[in-house]
């Protein structure tokens, strides 16, 4: 099957090393049209270049709105059951985190209620926040497991998220993140802890094919640098690449240390200084920013956004929905976010949910970008420039949706 599509104004999205606050830097073409075939982008030029085929393709017109690539949210904790909307109250009135996790709350209460939960419960709930996520216009989401610490939640949580793509038309990619934090049954032994990830966990996540990338937390309160280069060698020895936590409460080096593994991303990065962000520049990994967490923590160190402009490195957004640290199951507020929160630029915030978010999952060379042999990804915007993505909050102006060029209903 063909599908043209006639596009008054559509965002390419791939012009990455441009920061000029201008329309060309969004990569417009205007007046253009492109082809599916097959699921893909098969052609992309002006409507009058458009070329002839051997059938008639059928034909969507978007009417003067705008046509961008799929959005992406490439770090989540989408599987988890449970919530912890008490605790939120508590820390309002003046109740510690360390006081709410010594009386079993924190993590360890999520932990409580995913080991509970039966697979089905923690697929229909997946599939509720997927579904939220897929009408903004997620066309990719991450999701990380992490909340079972134990062997045979941790897979539960994996086979849950690798499910999801059976029931919506969206893709999932899934992040093993067993090194989360330490489970009751190991307080006292982390290199216990980290040895049965390495030995037993991690194997059979890698012969079972249940995890696309392996994360995890290296932090004052998380694993040490020496925890997460054990994980590290294993992850690569199983040919899985790797992702981290970093710098988010303090600078352990942990954003350094996933440069040498040539890490897909490193994220959070409050606390990155100039070398780690010269590391990663040089070993290509994107820095993934997630201002949900910045936002609902109440946190003042922003990341080095100068810096990693500086040095050219990639930055993504993402929800890093989770029922802790953010609560929030929207990526176009945190395009929004990342604007007000960190001082990005519409153009930069755009690129940090699409093609960027694409790098940060291996992806680039699929999806991310309007571009011919990609995966046609798409969506539609009632929209008068793309930097209104970026403005405004709330108002609904996605009106149409191709998943792999077939069109999803939104409602």
């Known amino acids: 099957m063909t599908l043209t599509v006639n596009a008054e104004k559509l965002l390419l999205d791939v012009n990455i090393a441009s920061m000029a606050n201008n329309d060309q830097s969004y990569g417009i073409l205007e007046n253009a049209a492109l082809a599916i075939e097959n699921g893909k982008i098969s052609w992309i030029g002006a409507q009058g270049e458009l070329p002839q085929f051997s059938h008639a393709p059928a034909t969507e017109s978007m009417n003067g709105q705008w046509l961008t690539p799929g959005l ?4 989540t904790h989408l599987v988890f059951a449970g919530n912890r909307a008490d605790e939120f109250e508590q820390r309002l009135q003046g109740v510690s985190y360390a006081d709410i996790a010594a009386n079993g709350g924190g993590i360890q209460r999520t932990v409580t209620a995913t080991r509970a939960a039966s697979e089905t419960e923690l697929l229909d709930l997946a599939i509720q926040r997927a579904k939220t996520l897929l009408l903004q216009g997620v066309s990719c989401v991450e999701v990380k497991s992490g909340y079972g610490l134990d062997f045979e939640t941790e897979l539960k949580m994996l086979r849950v998220a690798r499910q999801l793509e ?3 038309p969206m893709k999932v990619k899934t992040t093993f993140l067993g090194a989360h934090a330490l489970p009751p049954e190991y307080s006292s032994n982390p290199d216990g802890y980290v040895q049965m990830l390495c030995d037993d ?3 059979q996540v890698a012969e079972q094919g249940l995890a696309d990338a392996v994360d995890v937390f290296c932090e004052s309160i998380g ?6 280069r054990r994980v590290f060698n ?8 790797v992702k981290l936590h970093a710098e988010q409460l303090t600078n352990m080096g ?5 440069a040498s593994f040539n890490a897909l991303s490193v994220d959070h990065i409050e606390y990155l200084d100039e070398v780690g962000v010269q590391a990663i520049s040089e070993s290509g990994t994107v820095a993934t920013l997630l201002p949900g967490a910045f936002y609902y923590l109440k946190e003042t160190q922003k990341p080095p956004i100068d810096l990693l402009r500086q040095y050219k ?3 993504a957004i993402a929800t890093d929905f989770n029922p802790g640290s953010s609560p929030i199951c929207n990526l176009p507020l945190m395009i929004n976010m990342a604007c007000t929160l960190f001082s990005l630029t519409p153009q930069e ?3 940090g949910v699409t093609l960027n978010a694409a790098r940060a999952l291996g992806m680039d060379n699929q999806i991310g970008s309007i571009e011919v042999g990609k995966q046609a990804d798409l969506l539609c915007w009632d929209i008068s420039h793309p930097n209104q993505l970026a403005y405004q909050i709330g108002n609904h102006t996605l009106s149409k949706m191709w998943q792999n060029g077939v069109p999803v209903k939104l409602s």
């Open 72 to 75: 992406i949210d490439c770090h």
């Open 166 to 168: 059976k029931y919506l």
């Open 201 to 203: 966990m991690l194997p």
């Open 223 to 228: 694993f040490t640098l020496e925890h997460t």
């Open 234 to 241: 294993k992850a690569q020895q199983l040919g899985l690449p």
């Open 254 to 258: 942990g954003s350094a240390l996933a």
């Open 313 to 315: 490195v990639p930055m």
């Open 349 to 351: 915030a755009l690129q």
